[in-house]
C-alpha cells in the first residue's frame, strides 16, 4: 500500500518564522505531489502542485521542493493568517491511486 | 469561476445508504477533468473516495470500493456519490471536488465544494 508520511504532526512557531514541512512517499513518484491548506469549518485550499508550481494567487511565500520520495514546503515568513494544517497529496500507481498524508497543524508559538 | 456543490441528507441511519450530489457551476462537467469525492471524519485527516469522468469511467479507493458507486448525470452538470452499508464511522465532512491535470495525471484538487457534514445515527 502506497502512504504519505507528513511530519511534524505539529509544528509551533511565531509569526514571522520560517516553517518547513515534510512529505516522505513509500515509493517514488514523478513529481506528482500537490500541498493543500485547510482552515476550521472550511475546504481545502491549493497552495502547490506538481511539487514546486504555486497555484493561482498563492503568495511567494509559499514554496515546493523535493523529488523522488522526499518533499517539502515552506513558508519563508508566517503571516498570522498561515496558521493552518497542510496536507500533501499525490497520484501513483500503486493503490490507492490518490492519497493523502496525515497533516501538520502549524500552530502559534 | 468553477464552483461545486454538495447536497444530502445530512443524517442517515447505520446500514442505511448515504447519497450525495455535487453539482457544477461555471464550468462543464464534460472537460478535461476527473470528479472526486473526498471525506474528513471529525478532526482527522482527509481521505479520497473515487473518481468519475464525464464518460462514465470511475476509480475508487480499494478501501471503499465494495460499498461506493460514483455516477456522472452530463445532462445536470452533476455527480453523485452512493455508499452502502454505512456505520458511525462513516460520520465525515463529505467534500466534491474537481481533479485537475499536469503531464498526463489528473491528480490535483483546484476547486472544492464547501463541504457537507453527514452523520451516521440511528
Known amino acids: 500500500e502506497f502512504v504519505l508520511t507528513q511530519s511534524p504532526a505539529t509544528l509551533s512557531l511565531s509569526p514571522g518564522e520560517r516553517a518547513t514541512l515534510s512529505c516522505k512517499a513509500t515509493?517514488?513518484?514523478?513529481?506528482?505531489l500537490a500541498w493543500y491548506q485547510q482552515k476550521p469549518g472550511q475546504a481545502p485550499r491549493l497552495l502547490i502542485y506538481?511539487?514546486?508550481n504555486r497555484a493561482t494567487g498563492i503568495p511567494a511565500r509559499f514554496s515546493g521542493s523535493g523529488s523522488g520520495t522526499d518533499f517539502t514546503l515552506t513558508i519563508s515568513s508566517l503571516e498570522p493568517e498561515d496558521f493552518a494544517v497542510y496536507y500533501c497529496?499525490?497520484?501513483?500507481?500503486?493503490?490507492?491511486?490518490?492519497?493523502f498524508g496525515g497533516g501538520t497543524k502549524v500552530e502559534i508559538k | 469561476q468553477v464552483q461545486l456543490q454538495e447536497s444530502g441528507p445530512g443524517l442517515v441511519k447505520p446500514s442505511g445508504t448515504l447519497s450525495l450530489t455535487c453539482v457544477v457551476s461555471?464550468?462543464?462537467?464534460?472537460?478535461?477533468?476527473?470528479w472526486s469525492w473526498v471525506r474528513q471524519p471529525p478532526g482527522k485527516g482527509l481521505e479520497w473516495i473515487g473518481e468519475?469522468?464525464?464518460?462514465?469511467?470511475?476509480n475508487y479507493n480499494p478501501s471503499l470500493r465494495s460499498r461506493v458507486t460514483i455516477l456522472v448525470d452530463k445532462s445536470q452538470n452533476q455527480f453523485s456519490l452512493k455508499m452502502s452499508s454505512v456505520t458511525a464511522a462513516d460520520t465525515a465532512v463529505f467534500y466534491c471536488?474537481?481533479?485537475?491535470?499536469?503531464?498526463?495525471?489528473?491528480?490535483?484538487?483546484?476547486?472544492w465544494g464547501q463541504g457537507t457534514l453527514i452523520t451516521v445515527s440511528s
Open positions: 468519475v469522468y464525464h464518460t462514465g469511467s470511475t
Open positions: 515509493q517514488s513518484i514523478n513529481n506528482y
Open positions: 497529496q499525490q497520484r501513483s500507481n500503486w493503490p490507492p491511486p490518490l492519497t
Open positions: 471536488a474537481r481533479n485537475s491535470c499536469s503531464g498526463g495525471s489528473c491528480y490535483f484538487f483546484d476547486y
Open positions: 461555471g464550468g462543464s462537467i464534460s472537460s478535461s477533468n476527473w
Open positions: 506538481d511539487a514546486s
